[in-house]
């Protein structure tokens, strides 16, 4: 038996090629502040992400700051009109800006069934007919620049309890208004 030592052994030329080989010094301490430079960093991003998500949620705020509930419109509101067959919410507007829809009469349907189109016709010509005049001033047959249009509660709506139906009155293609039709 030889007692002769490893290749790679200490002292050594091949110890400072293997990977596993130790520095004959330790590494030298980092510099001061400078492992505030990464909390830094990621500080920042947070910040960014911060700051997108409130401009995110602002501009959806200022979109939707005149939506309302459709069921929530009043007399003389004035609102746009939406797309589509079923509306839930819309936007309003001052009446001086512009919009291209005004609310002449809000009631609650009277009947005990669901309106079928013949009933809510009538219930419209009894209803919202009068309104128009006493809102504008003049007999709505008198005023083929202006149409009158309503919503009224869906078949759920009914079920759950709504029975509000709103009139409003609108040029015939919707055109935009920028005044109040209330008296003119």
């Not at 030889?2 to 090629?17: D, H, I, L, V, W």
């Not at 003049?138 to 202006?146: F, G, K, V």
Request: contains cysteine; charged residues 20%.
């Amino acid at each position: 038996m030889t007692n002769e030592p490893m290749p790679g052994g200490a002292g050594s030329p091949e110890q400072a090629a293997t990977p596993e080989a130790q520095p004959p010094f330790p590494p030298s301490p980092a510099p001061p502040g400078s492992e505030a430079a990464p909390a830094k960093s990621g500080r920042g991003r947070t910040i960014v992400v911060i700051g997108v998500i409130v401009a995110f949620l602002a501009i959806v705020l200022f979109l939707v700051r005149n939506n309302v509930s459709a069921d929530d419109l009043a007399v003389g509101d004035c609102f746009n009109i939406p797309d589509g067959v079923t509306v839930q919410t819309v936007e309003k507007h001052p009446c001086n800006e512009s919009h291209n829809a005004e609310v002449i009469f809000v009631g609650d349907y009277t009947g005990e069934t669901y309106p079928i189109s013949l009933s809510l016709e009538s219930f419209i010509e009894d209803s919202c007919v009068p309104a128009f005049e006493t809102y504008v001033g003049r007999a709505i047959d008198t005023e083929p620049e202006l149409s009158l249009g309503y919503f009224h509660p869906t078949r759920e709506g009914w079920d759950s309890g709504d029975r509000t139906i709103s009139c409003y009155i609108s040029q015939p293609d919707e055109s935009p208004m920028t005044e109040s039709l209330k008296g003119t």
